[in-house]
C-alpha cells in the first residue's frame, strides 16, 4: 500500500480563523513533508520531517505551524493566513529522505 | 547542488503518437532519479524510478525513461500517447547518501493531447 491520505479535502476559511491540515502514512516512511503548489506552477517544499523532527523548513512563515505527533502522522496548523496563501497544500512521505516520495491528493485551501 | 532542468515547458501530441519529455540533471555522483505525473487538481504520482543497474526503466502506464549518464539525462518516453495522459509531468533527483536533502524538483513539462 502506497497510500497517504489528507484531510480535509477543500478548506475555505478567513484571515482570522484557526485551521489545521492533517496527512497520514502507514507505509513505515520516517520522512515527511509539507509543499505548497500554486497553480501551473511546480511544488514548493515547506517543511520535511526525518524521524519525527523538524529537519527542514524553508523559510516559511510562523503564519504556518507544522506538527509530527508520531512517525505516521503530520499536520499543519494555519493561523492569521492571507488571500495569496490560497493553494494546493501537497503532503508526501519517503522511507528516507532523497528516496522516492509518496504524494496526498493535496488539500485545496482558500483564504477570503 | 543538485539540480533538474526540463526544458520543455508546454509539449503538443497527437493521440497515438509518440512522445518523449527531457529532464537533465546536475549531480556530481550516481543519482536517484524519478519522473512524476499530476492531473489537474490532483497529487504527483509516481511513474517510474532509477536507482542503478539497467538504464531502461520500465514504468507504470505504458511509460519508460532511459538514464544516460554522459548526457546527464533521463528522458521518459512513451510510444503511443492516450488522451488520458495530458498532465503535468515533473523529474526529480534525489540522493539517499546526501544526509538530510530531499527531492529536487523540475520545474514541470505540461503535455497536451489533440485527436
Known amino acids: 500500500d502506497t497510500e497517504v491520505t489528507q484531510t480535509p479535502k477543500h478548506l475555505v476559511m478567513g484571515m482570522t480563523n484557526k485551521k489545521s491540515l492533517k496527512c497520514e502514512q502507514h507505509?513505515?516512511?520516517?520522512?515527511m513533508y509539507w509543499y505548497k503548489q500554486k497553480a501551473k506552477k511546480p511544488p514548493e517544499l515547506m517543511f520535511v520531517?526525518?524521524?519525527?523532527?523538524?529537519?527542514i523548513n524553508e523559510s516559511v512563515p510562523s503564519r504556518f505551524s507544522p506538527e509530527c505527533p508520531n512517525s505516521s502522522l503530520l499536520n499543519l496548523h494555519l493561523h492569521a493566513l492571507q488571500p495569496e496563501d490560497s493553494a494546493l497544500y501537497l503532503c508526501?512521505?519517503?522511507?528516507?529522505?532523497?528516496?522516492?516520495?509518496?504524494f496526498g491528493p493535496g488539500t485545496r485551501l482558500t483564504v477570503t | 547542488a543538485q539540480s533538474v532542468t526540463q526544458p520543455d515547458i508546454h509539449i503538443t501530441v497527437s493521440e497515438g503518437a509518440s512522445l518523449e519529455l527531457r529532464c537533465n540533471y546536475s549531480?556530481?555522483?550516481?543519482?536517484?532519479l524519478f519522473w512524476y505525473v499530476q492531473s489537474p487538481g490532483q497529487g504527483l504520482q509516481l511513474l517510474l524510478k532509477?536507482?542503478?543497474?539497467?538504464?531502461l526503466v520500465q514504468g507504470i502506464k505504458g511509460f519508460e525513461a532511459e538514464f544516460k549518464r554522459s548526457q546527464s539525462s533521463f528522458n521518459l518516453r512513451k510510444p503511443s500517447v492516450h488522451w488520458s495522459d495530458a498532465a503535468e509531468y515533473f523529474c526529480?533527483?534525489?540522493?539517499?547518501?546526501?544526509?538530510?536533502?530531499?527531492?529536487?524538483f523540475g520545474k514541470g513539462t505540461r503535455l497536451s493531447v489533440i485527436a
Open positions: 520531517y526525518s524521524y519525527e523532527k523538524l529537519s
Open positions: 526529480a533527483v534525489g540522493d539517499e547518501n546526501s544526509g538530510n536533502t530531499p527531492l529536487v
Open positions: 508526501a512521505s519517503s522511507f528516507r529522505t532523497g528516496r522516492e516520495q509518496y
Open positions: 507505509m513505515g516512511h520516517r520522512a
Open positions: 532509477y536507482f542503478s543497474g539497467d538504464t
Open positions: 549531480y556530481g555522483a550516481t543519482p536517484y
